[in-house]
């Protein structure tokens, strides 16, 4: 059977969790993911991980934070004015709103406090500052 290499296309199936067990992601879901290896298409210590691995091998990879989305940046979260927002527009924890910046870039960030003068916005990953581990299996290797 061919091992995993760089360069190789890898179809694998897995279910990622974090500390607490809760799943973030499972291919149970949204069925197995094909890559190739070297074409940073995912974090670059899963993709070593997966190196000279043949298909039917499972394998557990915990990856720290600093390996995943990175650590939660305090830069990238912001209060704003309630009135940013136009009247009547309803915001709540949770929510996901595209923010426009000077300059034109734009930028998906959660709401995380609502107060009647302000609304917290936090540009951070989800994931960002959390341990995660892959519970992966390799379906398939091909050069």
Do not use: C, W
Not at 7 to 14: C, F, H, Q
Not at 42 to 58: D, H, K, N, S, V
Not at 60 to 79: S, V
Not at 127 to 134: K, P
């Amino acid at each position: 059977m061919v091992r995993a290499e760089i360069g190789s296309s890898v179809t694998i199936s897995y279910i990622g969790t974090l500390d607490n067990g809760r799943i973030f992601h499972s291919t149970d879901e949204h069925g197995p993911l094909t890559v190739v290896i070297g074409a940073d298409q995912l974090f670059p210590a899963l993709e070593q991980a997966l190196i000279g691995m043949r298909a039917g091998e499972t394998k557990n990879i915990e990856l720290p934070a600093d390996e995943a989305y990175g650590r939660k940046r305090q830069e990238n979260i912001i209060e704003v004015s309630r009135q940013t927002f136009p009247a009547g527009k309803e915001i709540s924890v949770g929510q996901k709103l595209s923010i426009e910046f000077k300059g034109g870039a734009s930028r998906m960030m959660i709401v995380t406090a609502v107060s009647e003068n302000g609304v917290t916005l936090d540009g951070n990953h989800p994931l960002a500052g959390l341990d995660l581990t892959f519970a992966l299996k390799v379906e398939r290797v091909e050069e």
